[in-house]
């Protein structure tokens, strides 16, 4: 990798980032216009129920919302406030928005992380050897477990996994992501954080293990007979270091590229997982939000996960663009 | 001299679902060090598949069914995988038509060759480096170090040919099979393409098997030449008797074919009627016999296949209406063939 | 044609399964009905009677003493109906999008590809979370959150066969016939853009189906309907004890999930028959 390059890179990345802009202003835009349909006055519908929130929170609300003024006077506020990253205040939870979100954010990330992790992994190992075998038992084999896994829901997987996993052969915690009833450091620490990880890292993991077990297996048998794997044999290279080092090599590209289409998928994905696992994340947060009606925190949450996923995805070009050297910056 | 290659009763079919095609059937060919020989002929006509047949490989669902490959003494058709794998790249070495595709886009050119060489050669990959740089300016790319740090695409198409020569090149081979490595270049790079080769093989005494449909390829590269028709070969000699009198009436046709050049405006270019037959369903008796002008069935041309038989002590035909001594005016009725185009195209 | 795609699809084994499965369902949510009459949210039983425990509840009962084989019926035909309705919906607004795009190109086209990225850049599902909530979750409010986060896909489609199809002779001809651009685009080349749409919509029914169980799971489905992800919700809390209250919903929620999938796969088989051809 050259210098040049690296500063390329750099200079993408300060382009692609304001591609952030009209995205917080999309989905600002499109909160509002549901804040505007949805029944009763703006504060009534993020105050949630009647009677739930003191009168100088709905005053609060009032005067940030510029209720008086007319709508696209409240839209320049709404957008105003956004642009700033001021979500707004959590009543329910007596905190702001924007703090609330930070402090769930990393166990988010760090569940996406392990599951896009066993998902990638394990779908280019089961996707090469089903390209590898294809049409024979192994690859059959495979391709139903694929079928399957894709009708999978995955909060039933999860429910299921409990009842199999925690329940009846007692090997992994249920729920949380540590223990919280001892007080472990180091070694131990992680010891249990793993633990905890396995059962919602899994469970998310599997469809998308089935999407990339399908795709490599694709990716794979239209490179095995494309001119420069036939270049490869011709030069007198191995089946093994064929199939590893030039084909699986070149997979890896239109795997990324589905990955970085599935960012929001996954993320809806977590919060499913981590509302069956009670693993304090984004999702549960927005669990927690649906159940108390605390709508602002919602929405900020629907807001930020969408920033995250095109920040996200900027990450997965730049990575894209180090596998793929044709991409010029 | 023994050969340095030859290629006895080779066949080569595809078990595709609407049947068998029997894309190379009994094909006989031989090529003695330093020589270059031509495998000419329509595209389908099997030339591709005879050649990577040398090095088996053919790809599923196309098998090599019988044959004998004998190549320094060893039939490369009875090789075990590591047997054949020590002939692929290092005896014998290819170059193809496309070289964009033709090259792993993800890796530099420099560690393409570097690997050749090492999957051959027990040298550290420093020195391997350092031949791949050599090997690049021995094939006339300018600023070779440079060049051998970048990516494929980075390259032109006459360059990029030129590094696949190189990689081609990294172990020294005795055979070097060109699969119409000039067709996907425009014509001056051609030129310079088909110089290198020759060059190279002058320096390194190398056999060339050259797979092309173009015939003024053939004429300027080649010693001699076999002609490919629906899998066989029908006709193999000499380029320069073998052009200036063809035996076979589909040589003959192919001649005439390629002197667009010289067919004056308006006037309907020379082609031979018909279309070659499918290889899933190959007539009785001669493939050629449906589009022949000299086709009889008193010859048996609809009954049986002509046996390839010596015309002389070096051109071969396969075909009853061949007469060694007739002209081409004969072979051929005159409307549809000018000697003169002939001796233009070659 | 209808008829040829029917035996192509019969000839196909894995999309013949798919229709079966499919058949069974209609059959449970339509006939399933006479057999299993009672209000699912009635208690029919003592509570958490397993399987085969009593005749009476042959399916057992949940944690209330409902009857889980009328659960499972109405479950039955809340997906399908939440499925079928809130594809069309994706599909309507997908084609619209798409066509517009496509056939006028320009600022058009990249006006709403933005509006569709922004689509496909909000994860689905919280959007799909966010709509219901706030409008109250009911199965109108389900069907359309679910029609409006799946719109995307088909949009992208359509809109790169109307970018193809646009350009071809026949689009030509009957432009220079004088014909109008609305029935340009429903009658010249809407026609010949729907094989794709039609293998979308089927895979997207399989993907609204788990859409809407996830929402009921969440307690965000229609409070007087029993849906299957109701009863996987309703349940999880004792998933332990009596995970068959979880279990069996889900199996039926496989179970007509892979048959979309397996006819969606089925029809892509049909309707592209060169992609076959490269399969060897």
Redesign the interface.
């Known amino acids: 990798m050259t210098q040049t390059r690296i500063s390329a890179v750099f200079r993408f990345l300060r382009r692609r980032l304001w591609q952030v802009v009209?995205?917080v202003f999309?989905?600002a835009l499109?909160n509002f216009l549901?804040?505007q349909?949805?029944?009763g006055d703006v504060v009534d519908?993020l105050a949630g129920e009647a009677g739930a929130a003191t009168p100088e929170y709905m005053a609060r609300l009032r005067a940030d919302f510029g209720l008086d003024k007319p709508v696209p006077v409240q839209f320049l506020h709404y957008i105003q406030h956004t642009a700033l990253l001021d979500l707004g205040f959590s009543f329910r939870q007596n905190m702001p928005v924007l703090q609330l979100i930070l402090e769930r954010l990393p166990a988010t990330l760090a569940l996406m992380t392990a599951a896009m992790g066993i998902a990638v992994i394990s779908g280019l190992i089961l996707g090469v050897l089903s390209a590898r075998h294809v049409h024979r038992a192994a690859d059959r084999v495979i391709s139903i477990f694929v079928?399957?896994t894709?009708?999978?829901?995955?909060?039933?997987l999860g429910?299921?996994a409990?009842?199999l996993f925690?329940?009846r052969l007692g090997w992994l915690p249920s729920s949380g992501m540590t223990d919280i009833s001892v007080e472990l450091t180091g070694f131990a620490y992680l010891r249990d954080l793993a633990k905890h990880t396995v059962l919602p890292a899994l469970t998310l993991a599997t469809f998308y293990l089935a999407v990339y077990t399908r795709l490599v297996r694709t990716a794979m048998l239209e490179y095995?007979?494309?001119?420069?794997i036939?270049?490869?044999?011709?030069?007198?290279?191995?089946e093994a270091r064929i199939t590893l080092f030039?084909a699986l090599?070149?997979a890896l590209?239109p795997l990324m590229t589905m990955l970085g289409?599935q960012l929001?998928?996954i993320?809806?994905?977590a919060?499913?997982v981590e509302?069956?696992f009670s693993w304090p994340g984004l999702g549960r947060l927005?669990?927690e939000s649906?159940?108390a009606?605390d709508?602002n925190l919602?929405?900020g949450?629907?807001l930020f996960?969408?920033v995250m996923?095109?920040v996200l995805?900027i990450c997965v070009d730049v990575v894209y663009a180090f596998?793929?050297?044709?991409i010029e910056f | 001299m023994a050969a340095l290659l030859s290629i006895r009763g080779l066949r080569t079919w595809f078990h595709t679902r609407a049947g068998i095609a029997r894309a190379v059937d009994d094909v006989n060919l031989h090529l003695q060090p330093g020589e270059t020989l031509a495998l000419a002929g329509e595209s389908g006509s099997g030339k591709s598949v005879t050649a990577y047949s040398i090095?088996r490989?053919i790809?599923p669902p196309g098998r090599i069914e019988a044959g004998e490959i004998m190549f320094n003494g060893t039939n490369l058709l009875t090789l075990d995988d590591r047997g054949i794998?020590?002939?692929?790249?290092?005896r014998v070495?290819?170059i193809?038509q496309?070289p964009l595709?033709?090259?792993?886009?993800?890796?530099k050119v420099g560690a393409q060759i570097v690997?050749?060489i090492r999957?051959?050669r027990r040298v550290s990959r420093r020195a391997a480096y350092a031949r791949a740089v050599e090997l690049l300016a021995q094939v006339g790319i300018p600023s070779p170090g440079a060049r051998a740090h970048e990516?494929p695409?980075r390259l032109s198409g006459g360059m990029r040919q030129r590094a696949m020569i190189a990689?081609a090149l990294a172990c020294e081979p005795d055979i070097l099979i060109a699969d119409e490595p000039t067709t996907a270049l425009d014509v001056t790079t051609q030129a310079q393409i088909l110089d290198l080769l020759k060059s190279l093989q002058a320096r390194n005494g190398m056999g060339l098997l050259l797979i092309t449909h173009d015939l003024g390829v053939v004429a300027e590269t080649a010693d001699r030449v076999a002609v490919m028709y629906a899998g066989r070969v029908v006709e193999e000699g000499p380029v320069d008797t073998l052009f200036s009198r063809p035996s076979h009436p589909y040589t003959a046709g192919l001649l005439a074919a390629v002197a667009i050049d010289d067919v004056p405006p308006g006037e309907r270019l020379p082609e031979i009627s018909g279309m070659a037959p499918s290889l899933l369903a190959m007539p009785q008796g001669c493939a050629f016999a449906a589009r022949c002008p000299k086709a009889s069935a008193a010859a048996g041309c609809f009954t049986e296949s002509p046996v390839f038989s010596s015309l002389t002590l070096q051109r071969h035909v396969a075909c009853f209406a061949a007469n060694p001594a007739a002209s081409p005016v004969t072979v051929f009725p005159r409307s549809a063939m000018r000697d003169d185009n002939v001796r233009v195209a070659a | 044609m209808y008829l040829a795609l029917l035996k192509e699809l019969l000839r196909n084994r894995a999309a013949a399964a798919g229709l079966a499965l499919l058949l069974a369902t209609l059959l449970a949510a339509t006939l399933g009905r006479f057999w299993f009459p009672g209000d699912p949210w009635e208690m029919s039983g003592a509570p958490m009677l397993w399987p085969g425990d009593d005749a009476a509840n042959p399916l057992g009962t949940d944690l209330m003493g409902r009857d889980m084989a009328t659960g499972l019926v109405s479950g039955a035909g809340v997906s399908l109906m939440i499925g079928l309705v809130s594809t069309l919906i994706a599909a309507g607004a997908g084609i619209t999008i798409g066509a517009l795009g496509g056939f006028y190109r320009g600022w058009t086209d990249a006006f709403l590809m933005?509006?569709t990225e922004?689509f496909?850049?909000?994860?689905?599902?919280?959007?799909a979370?966010?709509?219901v909530?706030?409008?109250?979750p009911s199965v109108a409010t389900a069907t359309f959150a679910i029609g409006i986060v799946s719109w995307p896909p088909t949009a992208r489609l359509v809109r790169s066969e109307f970018l193809a199809l646009r350009e071809r002779g026949f689009v030509e001809a009957a432009r220079a016939l004088g014909m109008g651009d609305f029935r340009l685009i429903v009658t010249q080349i809407l026609p010949n853009a729907l094989p794709p749409v039609i293998v979308i919509a089927a895979l997207n029914i399989?993907t609204a189906i788990?859409t809407e169980?996830?929402l009921s799971?969440?307690?965000?489905g229609d409070p007087n309907v029993m849906s299957w992800g109701t009863i996987?919700g309703n349940g999880?809390e004792q998933?332990?004890d009596a995970?068959y209250i979880?279990?069996l919903p889900?199996i039926a929620?496989?179970?007509v999930?892979?048959a979309f999938?397996?006819l969606g796969e089925g029809l892509n088989d049909a309707l592209n028959p060169h992609l076959r051809e490269k399969e060897t």
Not at chain 2, 85 to 90: D, K, L, S, W
């Open positions: 009209p995205v999309g989905i499109l549901i804040l349909l949805a029944p519908v079928l399957v894709y009708a999978l829901p995955t909060f039933w429910l299921m409990i009842v925690s329940a095995f007979g494309a001119d420069f036939r270049t490869a044999r011709a030069k007198g290279a191995t030039h090599r070149n590209l289409l929001g998928s993320l809806s994905g919060v499913l509302s069956v927005a669990f649906v159940l009606r709508f919602l929405l949450i629907l996960s969408s996923v095109t995805n596998l793929d050297p044709r | 090095l490989l790809q794998r020590n002939v692929r790249g290092n070495a290819m193809f496309e595709s033709a090259f792993n886009p993800v890796q690997e050749a999957l051959h990516f695409h990689l | 933005r509006v922004l496909q850049t909000v994860p689905q599902f919280v959007l979370v966010v709509l909530a706030i409008f109250k399989a788990q169980a996830a799971f969440l307690g965000l996987i999880r998933v332990v995970w979880c279990g889900g929620i496989v179970l999930v892979l999938n397996l």
